[in-house]
């Protein structure tokens, strides 16, 4: 994990550190609301959420709300190169997605006495990273992007170079919050991080969740589930969600998913200090 070092913790007050994050977002071009960054200061016991690829922090906020409800102090972070538009994104590597992730994490650790992590697919990655390298509570994985199921995902170090990017069907209420495909650059740099997280995860000891559905279309469940039972971890949650009922294709984050965010809510209760 050489690759992946402590977050620098910022200067300044957790809503200083969210305006200049804010700042930040305009600046790369990001005009959606819902795409921008989220922070809502609540009690002691905060929480970052963590989108997945090609999406933006839109993806987290029912989860965030629900949070909310119960007086947690929530961060949906953008992650670097999301939310604007594809060109965006090729600009940034997973490096980049990283260290997105340090003003979350300042704002939450200077004004909370735990902080859980919760990702999803490839924040899934990145919460893993977090979590190895910085002083979380807990880490919550929901279809973690362990292994890719999109179509030449392994060749992507060599088609990087011959196609700019995989074309993705949107419905059209997720059009505004969603690329409309994705780029192979950034597949290769999800890739990048996919090697080095799964070659560690099994240092992470602290409590972790993970959920994923059945017949998730994006990612592999059964690759998810053997990273998490490898890893060190004493205190660990699986929720496995059947697809047939649920109709859970990949996001375990949509808004008329409650028993998701009730089994979410419930495990961040528990495993707060």
Same mark, same amino acid.
């Given at each position: 994990m050489d690759e992946i070092k402590p977050f620098k913790i910022e200067d300044g007050d957790?809503?200083?550190? &969210? =305006?200049?994050?804010?700042? =930040?977002a305009v600046k790369e071009g990001v005009s959606e609301p819902l795409s921008m960054p989220y922070f809502k200061k609540g009690g002691p016991d905060g929480v970052m959420l963590i989108h997945g690829f090609c $999406?933006?922090?839109?993806e987290m906020l029912p989860v965030a709300r629900a949070l909310?409800?119960?007086?947690?102090?929530?961060?949906a972070a953008r992650v670097a190169g999301h939310g604007a538009n594809m060109d965006a994104l090729i600009k940034t590597g997973w490096a980049d997605w990283y260290e997105s992730l340090a003003a979350p994490y300042?704002? =939450? $650790?200077? $004004?909370?006495r735990s902080v859980t992590v919760i990702g999803? $697919?490839?924040g899934g990655l990145l919460a893993c990273a977090a979590a190895m390298r910085n002083k979380v509570s807990a880490l919550g994985l =929901?279809?973690?992007? &362990?292994?890719?199921?999109?179509p030449g995902f392994p060749l992507v170090k060599y088609l990087r170079y011959a196609i700019k990017y995989v074309p993705r069907k949107l419905k059209d209420w997720e059009k505004p919050y969603n690329y409309p495909g994705f780029p192979v650059k950034s597949l290769y740099d999800m890739r990048l991080l996919q090697s080095i997280v799964n070659g560690s995860a099994e240092n992470i000891s602290v409590p972790v969740m993970l959920g994923i559905s059945r017949s998730d279309i994006l990612v592999s469940p059964a690759k998810a589930v053997d990273i998490f039972s490898g890893m060190a971890s004493v205190d660990k949650t699986l929720h496995i969600y059947d697809n047939k009922a649920m109709k859970i294709q990949h996001i375990l984050t949509l808004p008329r998913l409650e028993r998701v965010r009730e089994d979410i809510v419930k495990w961040v209760k528990r495993v707060s200090l």
């Open positions: 957790p809503e200083a550190i &969210f =305006l200049r994050d804010a700042e =930040l $999406s933006s922090p839109w909310e409800e119960e007086g947690f102090t929530v961060y300042s704002a =939450l $650790s200077r $004004s909370c999803q $697919s490839n =929901l279809a973690p992007a &362990f292994k890719v199921r999109v």
